[in-house]
């Protein structure tokens, strides 16, 4: 009975030990990975690259591309004509005197809401159409800049988890001198440490 309860004891103690190491482990990793600063010197290409992407999208640059590109293959829009009404309405407008002005309001009024009706159906297809075929690209893009911003690197991990284990031995054996310091006597160090 007391080799199982020795043995549990020890598979506990080692349990614990190996608890410890993860937890350095852990510590260092995420220490590594919120270093942006540490990131930026290793490597400060990626970094302006993804610095440099993100402000492409938040200033609406895909949107400004796409229009110089149309631009240029379709040319430059024509002019709107002075009226936009076709010539037998505006005979027909001519020829109703006084009141021809406020028909005409009426019309142009009626007009204008239809396109702006049909000019926004066509924006809403367009921006359908674009967000589907930059979807893939952007989330790509902004996937391999969390990667990299998040990402660690197993050199710097290793620095950080021989930092952590030196500050947790500095940590223990100011414990241990103060508590002789207080006359309690040495006390024995934590397995795993």
Known sequence: ???????ARDRVIAARG????????????????????AKIKRSPA????????????????????????????????????????PGEIERALR???????????AL????????????KERRDTRNLLLLSLARPLVTRGAKMGVDWLTGTNEASVSERIAQVRERAERQLDEM????????????????GV
């Open 1 to 7: 009975m007391a080799t199982e309860t020795d043995a």
């Open 18 to 37: 190996d608890l410890e190491s993860e937890l350095i482990a852990l510590e260092a990793s995420f220490r590594d990975a919120i270093d942006i600063p």
């Open 46 to 85: 990626k970094a302006a690259a993804v610095v440099g992407g993100v402000g492409f999208v938040a200033l609406k640059g895909p949107q400004r591309v796409f229009r110089t590109a149309k631009r240029v293959v379709t040319g430059a829009p024509k002019p709107l004509p002075d009226s936009m009404l």
């Open 95 to 105: 020829g109703l005197g006084d009141d021809g002005d406020k028909v005409r309001g």
């Open 108 to 119: 142009e009024r009626d007009f204008a809401s239809y396109l702006a009706k049909k000019q």
């Open 176 to 191: 241990q001198a103060q508590r002789r310091r207080e006359g309690e006597g040495p006390e024995e160090p934590p397995t």
